[in-house]
C-alpha cells in the first residue's frame, strides 16, 4: 500500500513558477515509477509527466514538454513537478499517481495510487 500526499500549489501569475511536491509512504518507493496528472474543470483528467523508479527517465506531455520537470528522491520518497512560464491553461487539480515496475506510463487505468490533489490556479 502506498500514500501519496501533495503539496505546493498555489495562486501564481502567468509566465511564473510553482513546484510541487508528492511524498509517498512506505519502504520500497523506488520500486514505483510515479506519474503527474491534472484535471481542469470540465475537462478529463490528463497525463502531464512521468518518472521511473531509479530517476532516470522521464516523459511528458507535448503541453508541457520544455516548461516542466519531474524529478524525485528517493531517500526522502517525495517525487517533484517544477513548473515554469506557467500559462491560464495550465489552471488545474494537479494529481501524483504511483505505478509499481517500469515507466512510460501515461493512462490513468495503469497507475494503483493517487493522492487527493493541489489546486494550481494561473491568472493572466
Known amino acids: 500500500q502506498v500514500q501519496l500526499v501533495e503539496s505546493g500549489g498555489g495562486l501564481v501569475q502567468a509566465g511564473g513558477s510553482l513546484r510541487l511536491s508528492c511524498a509517498a509512504s512506505?519502504?520500497?518507493?523506488?520500486?514505483?515509477?510515479m506519474g503527474w496528472f491534472r484535471q481542469a474543470p470540465g475537462k478529463q483528467r490528463e497525463f502531464v509527466g512521468g518518472i521511473s523508479g531509479n530517476g532516470r527517465t522521464t516523459y511528458y506531455a507535448d503541453s508541457v514538454e520544455g516548461r516542466f520537470t519531474v524529478s524525485r528522491d528517493n531517500a526522502k520518497n517525495t517525487v517533484y513537478l517544477q513548473m515554469n512560464s506557467l500559462k491560464p491553461e495550465d489552471t488545474a487539480v494537479y494529481y501524483c499517481?504511483?505505478?509499481?515496475?517500469?515507466?512510460?506510463?501515461?493512462?490513468?487505468?495503469?497507475?494503483?495510487?493517487w493522492g487527493q490533489g493541489t489546486q494550481v490556479t494561473v491568472s493572466s
Open positions: 512506505g519502504r520500497t518507493f523506488s520500486s514505483y515509477a
Open positions: 499517481a504511483a505505478v509499481y515496475g517500469s515507466p512510460w506510463h501515461t493512462a490513468e487505468a495503469e497507475y494503483d495510487y
